[in-house]
């Protein structure tokens, strides 16, 4: 039974914590929910064999599917944790879907069940990714005071079973949440006067629910369960590689370089005083000081290179 402590390097929630309604998710006909989720994961199937476009319905299929399922094994008292893992192979399962060896892999019907698994997770342990507040040393959650700032975004932070605010699914099986809670701190143009605006920043108080996309979803989720998911080694850059980045990053620079003279030259009515945000802008800073020290090094080994050889070249003679 997973424990029910919120950590940010362990986050373990039982589904069980979370209050289920049957009745959100009923089935459109006498078919069990079991025959119900094998139908549509049958469907899943044969579509991704075919076209990409049937991709997000069969996912939001899936999502209806699948949530009155596992909320009647629970209720039957499953043993099962029903995990990301664990939900994606009872899919599989169901349609028999146990291929021996590459070949025979459906990738598509996989990223179906992947996708679908994510935020039925989200759903069901009602996942808020930014809820104003904090979990305390003692895994319980805390909501800011009235005096912590609502304008600085490293005051949101992932919230558990959030039965009023969390993830939750429409009737047609998106994933949907408030838009404040997609983005709690947002930008605005202030007229400071007849011709100078300037971006101040807001707290999101938008609650319409918003759809999010597989893309979106996957993001929280992977916020939410960073242990979860498993990163493939990736090789190490080569220095052809390095210097390609480099150049990139010199054009980044010069382009930002462009927004702040304008704004000077301009009296503050154009461009941005505040294009670079300051924790950008101190990785910069460490950046030039490093580069720095690397090219007087280089500096200083190439002088010593020309003396050595010299001195060979007077020993020579």
């Given amino acids: 039974m997973i424990n029910n402590v919120k950590n940010t390097d362990k986050l373990k929630i039982s589904l069980r914590d979370v209050r289920l309604t049957e009745s959100d998710y009923m089935t459109k006909s006498n078919m069990t929910t079991e025959q119900n989720l094998k139908s ?26 699948c949530v009155p399922y596992i909320q009647e094994e629970i209720k039957k008292g499953s043993n099962i944790k029903w995990t990301i893992s664990e939900i994606q192979n009872r899919m599989k399962q169901l349609v028999e879907y146990a291929p021996q060896d590459k070949d025979e892999r459906n990738p598509a019907f996989e990223m179906r069940v992947l996708a679908s698994a994510e935020q039925i997770v989200l759903k069901l342990e009602r996942v808020n990714p930014n809820a104003f507040g904090q979990y305390d040393s003692k895994g319980n959650w805390q909501d800011h005071n009235a005096e912590t700032k609502t304008t600085n975004v490293k005051n949101y932070n992932v919230k558990f079973n959030d039965t009023e605010n969390g993830f939750d699914f429409n009737d047609k099986g998106e994933l949907v949440i408030a838009n404040k809670f997609i983005k709690p701190v947002i930008e605005n143009d202030v007229k400071v006067s007849d011709n100078v605006t300037k971006k101040e920043k807001f707290a999101n108080q938008t609650t319409t629910k918003q759809v999010i996309s597989k893309a979106l979803a996957t993001g929280f989720f992977s916020r939410a369960y960073p242990q979860a998911k498993k990163k493939r080694a990736t090789k190490p850059l080569t220095e052809n590689q390095h210097i390609e980045n480099a150049e990139k990053l010199s054009k980044f620079v010069n382009d930002i370089n462009v927004v702040y003279v304008g704004y000077v030259k301009s009296g503050g009515k154009s461009g941005n005083a505040e294009r670079l945000p300051e924790e950008q802008a101190k990785v910069l800073m460490t950046l030039k000081d490093d580069i720095n020290t690397m090219l007087g090094n280089r500096g200083n080994a190439e002088d010593l290179a020309f003396e050595i050889e010299e001195g060979l070249k007077r020993k020579a003679v």
């Avoid at 064999?49 to 319905?57: A, L, T």
């Fill in 40 to 65: 549509v994961l049958s469907n899943a199937l044969k579509n991704s064999n075919k076209e990409i476009k049937n991709q997000s319905s069969d996912i939001h299929n899936m999502n209806l599917a």
